[in-house]
T-cell receptor, first 116, second 116 residues
């Protein structure tokens, strides 16, 4: 079974540009979450999507947006990039419900974004 | 808002010895989950162990165990028989149990070095 896959693994952008990051969840997982991890810090929650609807949003500006597709994959978009957006962007998927193991996040290896 | 604090930026342990990583958290909720994640240089966050707040028994996974002190809001990770492969960043994380989604609040991390 493939784990959570993210693309691209690395990318470099310049200030003001836009970026799209992609995530494919584990098969059977319907929930996808996005986290930003600045170097030397713990990850910070950006979004959660479940059944194509936004179910949670962290304290990030409107320049950050996301969506989930019918196959449960997801995209994270960041507009008008700033130097401070340089970070590792992590995607995580999970099952949902009350069963043991539900809502436990499995993370991908991340997309490393550098903004120059 | 919940906060998670890891007061040890770095820890070092001799191979085969035991080390304990500290984590404290602040919450007004009674129902929640606590996690320890490991992040090796490959960047992928790997779940080490989890604890449900309603369970008094401390969770154990092979060489990894926790000391969960609910009243003190403390959640430390003990690694026994440390191995070179245990070297990584370790993050403590909190999730609300009120079905508010999959938002994890992470601590700032502890870098664990294992000496041969």
């Amino acid at each position: 079974d493939a784990g959570v896959t993210q693309s691209p693994t690395h990318l470099i952008k310049t200030r003001g540009q836009q970026v799209t990051l992609r995530c494919s969840p584990i098969s059977g997982h319907k929930s996808v979450s996005w986290y930003q991890q600045v170097l030397g810090q713990g990850p910070q929650f950006i979004f959660q999507y479940y059944e194509k609807e936004e179910r949670g949003r962290g304290n990030f500006p409107d320049r950050f947006s996301a969506r989930q597709f019918p196959n449960y994959s997801s995209e994270l978009n960041v507009n008008a990039l700033l130097l401070g957006d340089s970070a590792l962007y992590l995607c995580a998927s999970s099952q949902t419900g009350r069963l043991p193991g539900a809502n436990v996040l499995t993370f991908g290896a991340g997309s490393r974004l550098t903004v120059l | 808002a919940q906060t998670v604090t890891q007061s040890q930026p770095e820890m070092s342990v001799q191979e085969a010895e035991t080390v304990t990583l500290s984590c404290t958290y602040d919450t007004s909720e009674s129902d929640y989950y606590l996690f320890w994640y490991k992040q090796p240089p490959s960047r992928q966050m790997i779940l080490v162990i989890r604890q449900e707040a309603y369970k008094q028994q401390n969770a154990t996974e092979n060489r990894f165990s926790v000391n969960f002190q609910k009243a003190a809001k403390s959640f430390s990770l003990k690694i026994s028989d440390s191995q070179l492969g245990d070297a990584a960043m370790y993050f403590c994380a909190y999730r609300s149990g009120n079905n508010a989604g999959n938002m994890l609040t992470f601590g700032g991390g502890t870098r664990l070095m294992v000496k041969p």
